[in-house]
Nanobody
């Protein structure tokens, strides 16, 4: 069983920065995708950023390109999401997820394991 634990959420003024962390108990066998998703009240879960653990290719949804950076520290079994220039519309619960390698790394259905989430609130 894979366990994922997010941390680092909080409240920050517009324009501020936060770094989210996802502690990973283990990685699935084979090629693996890791990703950050977010869900605001009344909205669907949205893929924010993803990384292939083998090779390191990254993917971002358009609204965060140039502001968010996904990274991983394999020695620490931890994935990060560095968020800069935060906007009120970035407010959501943020989840990390792990799944088999996929052609659609920002699609929630592609992921098997999920963390409990960490809340990010951007205030204007």
């Amino acid at each position: 069983q894979v366990q994922l634990v997010e941390s680092g959420g909080g409240s920050v003024q517009a324009g501020g920065s936060l770094r989210l962390s996802c502690a990973v108990s283990r990685y699935m066998a084979g090629r693996v995708s890791m990703a950050w998703f977010r869900q605001a009240p009344g909205k669907e879960r949205e893929g924010v950023a993803a990384v292939y653990t083998n090779g390191g290719s990254t993917y971002y949804t358009d609204s965060v390109k140039g502001r968010f950076t996904i990274s991983q520290d394999n020695a620490k079994n931890t994935m990060y999401l560095q968020m800069a220039s935060l906007k009120p519309e970035d407010t959501a619960m943020y989840y990390c997820a792990q799944g088999d390698w996929s052609l659609y790394p920002l699609r929630a259905a592609e992921y098997r394991y999920w963390g409990q989430g960490t809340q990010v609130t951007g205030s204007s």
